[in-house]
């Protein structure tokens, strides 16, 4: 009987257990999980002009999460502020409840966090330059992140990702003031007593992807995505340049191929500002070769797939990204780039052209002693070129020096040599006009004596088939 109770006892005892295991796993699930929920801006509800605070969350690995204060506090008495920022690594405890320890000019200062709804209230205990106790209000989903969380946001990855362990410690993270093709920090983890590196990484600008990055060479995914990169169309780490004012009149009421290096601009084959596809050359000649290049910040690797040309007959396109001009006219190129499991669809165009001498300078008329200085160039090619000009009729016009001078009325033909390339246009002088082109004199003729022939033809018909109505039904 007694042996039927202590057994009793011990199931009672195990079940109570697995079910204070079983609430205590689902609180601690609840409340991370609602922290989640939680990403995003918050504004300090007692902020004015002077003083004001804003505060972002981010959800790390685990149960871990990134917090950063941006605040300023001053004085309206004094008309001055100052700004502080500090970021770091808070775990969600069993009850929802978060907690940050760290150090700031060596004193230790914890931070506790509550979340209720769309508020987060914080609490401070140690001495830091501002305090940033006090309710704050959910604002929106973005945020804009600073250094500080950069360097933060490696504390919430894996130590043996990250190498930031307790064989490394003390260490400082440390990061490059200038950004890594406008959307990395470049940090590094320096260990304090020997003062070496360690550990080197990018930071992508939000915090939604960091990459090992020891060798400079061969990063490598540990933490996020880079789908964010292949979608942002500003790199917000590059300094904006400065647009030249126009003034106002008065009165006025977007397999591997070879690469171009970091910082590329945005131009009209961008698939973004951060990451770029375009074609070596847009121009390409017909019967030359060219190749499609990747701008990726970081030296990512990257891939190359699906590659089609909408004109496979004017420009062609290999698995390799090479670009063959066959003949003259305009091909979109169309693919897909493909960075650590993130892809993006592009498309570029390509132009294969046949070089000729041009010399937009040349109207179709001049006047009688009318001066006109005439340039050429072949298209395809920079700069001008000096090709022997001559004219068919002397009398009509002449060309001295490069200068062409109308002399009398009449159609001139004017021709420019340079090497194997010759090329002719027709002008007219004074009171003379260029003949129209072939067929289109008898054309317009046609369509204008049909006009005529309805226009004249259409009342007759209509008035005679009216009087033969009329006499015809009075003659019945």
């Known amino acids: ?40 801006s918050y504004t300090w509800k007692e902020s004015s002009q002077y003083n004001n605070g804003r505060l972002i969350i981010k959800p790390m690995e685990e149960d871990l999460f990134l917090f950063e204060f941006n605040v300023m506090r001053g004085s309206e008495k ?61 604002t929106e989903k973005g945020y804009e992140v600073s250094e500080a969380a950069a360097t933060a ?88 340049e400065e647009e030249e004012e126009t003034p106002e009149p008065e009165g006025a009421t977007e397999e591997k191929v070879e690469g171009k290096g970091d910082g590329a601009k945005e131009n009209q084959f961008a698939i973004s500002a951060v990451v770029n596809v375009e074609p070596a050359e847009p121009d390409i000649k017909v019967g030359e070769s060219s190749k499609l290049v990747v701008t990726v910040p970081g030296n990512l690797k990257y891939k190359l797939s699906d590659l089609k040309s909408s004109a496979s007959d004017k420009v062609s396109v290999d698995d390799k990204g090479t670009l063959t001009a066959k003949a003259e006219g305009t091909a ?36 009688v002693n009318e001066k006109l200085e005439l340039a050429a160039y072949i298209s395809g090619q920079e700069g001008e070129v000096k090709p022997q000009w001559s004219v068919s009729d002397g009398k009509i016009a002449e060309i001295k020096d490069g200068v062409l001078v109308g ?5 001139v033909d ?28 008898a054309g317009d003729d046609d369509d204008f004596d049909m006009l005529d022939i309805l226009i004249l033809g259409l009342p007759v018909v209509l008035i005679g088939g009216g009087i033969w109505m009329f006499m015809n039904r009075k003659k019945n």
């Not at 609180?27 to 929920?37: D, F, I, Q």
């Not at 230790?108 to 330059?129: C, D, E, R, W, Y």
């Not at 165009?349 to 006047?367: F, I, S």
């Open 153 to 240: 946001v490696l504390e919430g990855i894996a130590p043996v990702k990250t190498s930031l362990n307790n064989t490394n410690r003390p260490y400082r993270l440390v990061y490059a003031h200038e950004a890594i093709g406008g959307w990395f920090y470049d940090v590094r983890a320096i260990n304090a007593p020997s003062n070496k590196l360690f550990a080197r990484f990018l930071v992508a600008a939000d915090l939604s992807a960091v990459y090992r990055n020891d060798d400079v060479k061969n990063p490598q995914l540990i933490y996020g995505s880079p789908a964010a990169m292949l979608a942002t169309k500003k790199a917000p780490l590059l300094p904006e």
């Open 414 to 441: 004017v021709t420019a040599k340079n090497g194997e390339m010759t090329r002719t246009w027709k002008v007219a002088v004074g009171k003379a006009e260029l003949p129209k082109p072939d067929g289109a004199k």
């Open 78 to 138: 004094e008309d001055s502020s100052y700004d502080f920022s500090t970021a770091g690594i808070f775990f969600v405890e069993d009850n929802g409840t978060a907690e940050a320890e760290f150090e700031v000019d060596k004193k230790p200062v914890k931070l506790t966090f509550n979340l209720n709804g769309k508020t987060i209230t914080v609490k401070q205990a140690g001495s830091m330059p501002a305090d940033v106790s006090g309710a704050y209000e959910f």
């Open 1 to 40: 009987m007694k042996r039927n109770s202590k057994m009793n006892k011990l199931m009672v005892f195990v079940l109570t257990l697995i079910v204070m295991l079983a609430v205590t796993a689902a609180a601690m699930a609840k409340g991370s999980e609602e922290w989640k929920k939680a990403e995003g």
């Open 407 to 411: 002399k009398g009325d009449g159609v």
């Open 332 to 367: 979109t190129i169309s693919g897909k780039l493909t960075i650590d499991e993130a892809s993006r669809e592009f498309k570029v165009e390509v132009n294969a052209y046949v070089p000729k001498l041009e010399c937009n300078a040349l109207p179709a008329h001049v006047n």
